[in-house]
């Protein structure tokens, strides 16, 4: 007997998360297996209806279908191709233009129909079978078919940096014009996690074809909004797809709105001024330290949700003095995180002990970011740099006053064990295509969310590739564990192997120093209403309309 679609979702699901923004979340379990039960029904089917989840924003009044959302980033996306993307705002703005065979539910907790509206597993684990929902239509008008789906997965078998997530594909294949069959060579326990990813989303076969292992810069997706115009380091704009196959509860297709303006804003305040003067609908990421006052300001709504969000400190550790673990290990006894909770989130945090956030699956409670300054100079001076060492640049994004606050804490910090660092502000797009190229001394205000419903990706993100870009070389034993974990179906030992990743990870302070963990902090105008931003980061725009 065959395992169905709903059932496997539910059992990928039963990861709670901290539903108060600001309260400490609960350790988190290990998830129950997935062969836990086997129901008699091989299929399920998708609601036909988008269930509207609760935000704080006000929804009093019939939806109001139609008007342009002008969103604002410090940071517009660099890449439109899943396959190369690496930064977070990429990853939300392609979430709103593709979509893959399953999506993350909105929870963040599993993974739900998307463009297959059911699906089997054979007894072994090793046959994944999907049904392709029907009618569903590219932004060009294609109609989606089972070559769409083959050519987009074999592309990324081979291309990019995800292609790990294939790497136990053995073959793919037509079944008939509906259903497109995935045979394994070896059980993956997140193996629909990994086929819910953005960079495993399907595009028309004749433009995989014609992009080859070039990079896409035209997507043509499925998702509930279409490119139209992209202006690095300005603007990029989506208007809505009249195809999108999903309904809203009043009948009628989603989304709401007509068009997305992302903006570049670098600047908080300018953000905050923009909104509050009318001409910006909304932005995330500002400072903890003006929530309370913007909380009073009628001029703006806060929304604070959920988030599996880390912000952390980066090294290049292929130049000095980040190359001597010693001095990595005193940098991060060096970091009193409690400090950065009450001083750079105005207590809004939580102090950090994992690169894996509290609120996802496998967090090790027991792991360990300790505070400890004389130990940390005990270290520098046992280093290859006993005196210490200056020159090396703090860079973060200009205008980002999060990165700000916690250069200046750090600094700080380091200073007192010799480890002296100039704050620099760098334009956001500059400094990524930098941290892309490793060409950086150390980072401040770059932030991870979780983009997969499953450990997996952030763990292979930061020991196998790209670790970061900060060049750590993690040990072979670290590398088979990770591995390991991926092949491991036992919920309770794959968890076991990420809480030891996580304790070897803070040993060798890989690179990335975590400081806290964070809800997210929305600013949105009066005007809009239905927001909703998941665990994993991702705004669910297609939900959002503006009461006007």
Not at 280 to 286: P, V
Not at 307 to 314: D, R
Not at 318 to 329: A, E, G, I, S, W
Not at 336 to 361: I, L
Request: charged residues 20%; proline residues 7%; hydrophobic residues 40%.
């Amino acid at each position: 007997m065959s395992l169905s679609s709903r059932s496997f979702a539910r059992a990928l699901g039963v990861i709670a998360f901290a539903l108060s923004a600001c309260a400490p979340a609960p350790a988190a379990q290990a998830p129950a297996a997935a062969t836990a039960a086997k129901p008699a029904a091989a299929t399920a089917a998708a609601p036909a209806a988008a269930t509207a989840p609760t935000t704080t924003t006000a929804a009093t009044g019939p939806v109001v279908r139609g008007g342009t959302l002008s969103w604002a980033y410090t940071t517009i996306p660099l890449k439109l191709d899943p396959v190369w993307s690496q930064a977070r705002t990429d990853g939300i703005i392609l979430s709103q233009i593709i979509q893959g065979l399953l999506l993350p539910n909105d929870q963040g907790t599993g993974v739900e129909p998307g463009l297959s509206d059911t699906w089997t597993i054979s007894d072994d684990g090793l046959v994944y079978t999907f049904h392709l929902r029907p009618g569903v239509k590219f932004h060009n008008g294609k109609v989606l078919t089972p070559e769409d789906v083959i050519a987009s997965l074999e592309r990324d078998r081979t291309v990019g940096t995800y292609k790990w997530s294939l790497e136990n594909v053995k073959s793919i294949d037509k079944v008939d014009d509906a259903t497109v069959r995935i045979t394994l060579s070896s059980k993956v326990a997140s193996f629909l996690a990994r086929i819910a990813n953005n960079p495993n989303a399907i595009f028309p076969a004749e433009e995989v074809a014609k992009v080859g292992a070039d990079e896409i810069t035209l997507p043509i997706g499925t998702g509930p909004f279409k490119f139209k115009e992209w202006v690095r380091g300005d603007h990029l704009t989506l208007e809505r797809n009249p195809d999108y196959w999903q309904m809203a509860p009043d009948g009628k297709a989603l989304p709401y709105l007509d068009v997305i303006e992302i903006r570049q804003v670098p600047e908080d305040s300018t953000k905050v001024l923009q909104i509050q003067a009318g001409s910006l609908n909304g932005t995330e990421g500002l400072p903890w330290s003006q929530a309370t006052a913007l909380q009073s300001d009628a001029r703006g709504q806060v929304v604070l949700l959920p988030q599996q969000q880390i912000f952390f400190m980066e090294v290049n550790v292929r130049r000095p003095p980040f190359d001597d673990l010693k001095v990595r290990q005193a940098m991060s006894l060096a970091l009193d995180r409690q400090v950065f909770v009450d001083r750079a989130t105005a207590g809004k945090a939580e102090v950090a002990n994992s690169f894996m956030p509290r609120s996802g699956m496998c967090w090790n409670p027991n792991s360990k970011l300790p505070y400890d300054l004389a130990q940390a100079k005990a270290l520098i001076a046992q280093s290859k740099y006993p005196n210490g060492f200056s020159g090396p640049k703090l860079s973060l994004p200009s205008g980002n006053q999060v990165g700000r606050d916690n250069a200046v804490l750090a600094k700080d910090m380091w200073d007192k064990i010799g480890i002296n660092l100039t704050i620099e502000e760098v334009e956001g797009s500059t400094l990524s295509k930098s941290s892309y190229a490793a060409d950086f001394d150390a980072i401040s205000g770059y932030q991870w969310t979780n983009g997969m419903v499953d450990p997996e990706q952030h763990v292979i993100f930061m020991f196998i590739d790209p670790k970061l870009n900060t060049g750590y070389e993690p040990s072979q034993h670290a590398v088979d564990l990770v591995k390991s974990a991926s092949q491991e179906l036992d919920p309770q030992k794959r968890c076991g192997m990420y809480n030891e990743l996580q304790d070897i990870y803070n040993q060798d302070v890989g690179g990335s120093m975590t400081l806290y963990y964070t809800p997210s902090l929305n600013y949105l105008s009066p005007d809009v209403r239905g927001f909703l931003r998941t665990p994993l980061g991702v705004p669910l725009y297609k939900l959002t309309w503006l009461a006007k």
